[in-house]
């Protein structure tokens, strides 16, 4: 029996409201309330609760064979507490089944996996400590933040204790070979690790109501008759999704509902495949070789890397601003500012500022609250100022009273990478050998890891 796993991301960040200059210093509350809660009542509405109980209907009907996992951000789960409590009590419901596996990740649905492993670990044990609170057991499989994975990421999952990773199934790690199988972390074999198909799931969260693609209207038929292509050998096939595919990205109307509820009896009755769990999928079988990412990949745009969120001046400024402060964030034991510590973490406010505008455009233009990238840099620059100026203010304990707070203030630097972006390129009067004007020769600059 060959395997299908389909597993969903839930996540929606504490959007910032716009937050000016001015409000440095006068305004410690960073979060636009009006919108974060109408936009959660929006996809519960519409995607999260039909959704479950379309799942919850699923499992009732086919029992043991369909089986489905959910990576859901501590900050989604703060935000269904405060606006939407009724998406919670429907999540367990589907706990309640025993054939729903919730998968570990970073609380904040953060990039810290980047930058400091002592905060990583942290933050996945803060998560899963949730998880297990609210649906009774501890995960025991892993989906780091938009997939992303490096071999060295990998490492640090396995000694948190987990024996299974998910990840995307780039080509330009893969080369010829498929994501249909079990592979292992390249360094540490006892990782297994289980690759997107990303080309089926993208079928389904981004091509699904596309009418001038080639196979539009996808059914159920159809897309089990590209399952049932794939050669007997490959054990298990990947479908990662937004949960807001269905409802939100994808609306009722398209027919994306009545697709999800057709897909198991085709699958069972055309096919060898069940649907199944990452971490019973990883019990079953074994690696059929190692998979080598020295440096990271994710499942996001076409490039599968991190240009989405770390791809540009502002980001890496905003990015290297926020984890400057880790030192001090240590020694800080006020709840508020933890709690913004975290927030503030969210991959949302990075991907915000991506000035990607081509193929995946419309991709980063949903759910942004802002206008322009250097809008959403320069509002996120303010807020980071300001919690800055909180920090300072704490007492600390004895050992932390000489704690280095010379962070360059953030919203002064934010004037500058704009000011620098607008600024007309400077041109030499050095005279080329024709006697005209000839341009400076940029010189080549080193990009801030």
Known sequence: ?????????????????????????????????????????????????????????????????FRVSFSISGIALDQFELYAPEVIRSFRKLADTGNVEFLAETYAHSLVSLKDAEEFRSQVNRHADRIEQLFGKRPTAFRNTELIYADFIGQQVYDMGYKVMLTEGAKHVLGWKSPNFLYCNAANPKLKLLLRNFQLSDDIGFRFSNH?????????????????????????????????????????????????????????????????????????????????VPVPISWADEERDLTAWLGNEMQDEAFDSLYGLLPQIRNCTDPDIQKDWLYLQSSDHFYYMCTKWFSDGAVHKYFNPFSTPYEAFINYMNVLSDFITRLKSVKMPVMAESADFSVPDPAKKAKKVVAKKAAPPKVSTQKSAAGKTAPEKKKPVARKK
């Open 212 to 292: 001038s693609w080639i196979e539009w209207p996808l059914t159920a038929e159809k897309f089990t008759g590209w399952l049932a292509a794939f050669d007997k050998n490959q054990q298990v096939v990947n479908i990662g999704l937004d949960y807001e595919t269905f409802g939100e990205h994808q609306w009722q109307e398209t027919g994306i509902f009545d697709f999800m509820k057709s897909l198991p009896k085709q699958v069972f009755s055309s096919t060898d495949f069940s649907f199944d769990t990452p971490t019973a999928v990883a019990e079953r079988l074994q690696p059929v070789a190692a998979v080598s």
């Open 1 to 65: 029996m060959r395997s299908i796993c389909l597993y969903f991301q839930v996540h929606q960040p504490f959007r910032l409201r716009t937050y000016r200059f001015f409000d440095i210093g006068a305004s410690h509350y960073y979060y636009d309330e009006y919108q974060n809660r109408t936009i959660i009542k929006r996809v519960v509405e519409r995607s999260y609760l039909p959704m479950n109980e379309l799942l919850l209907g699923l499992i009732k009907e086919y029992g043991a064979r």
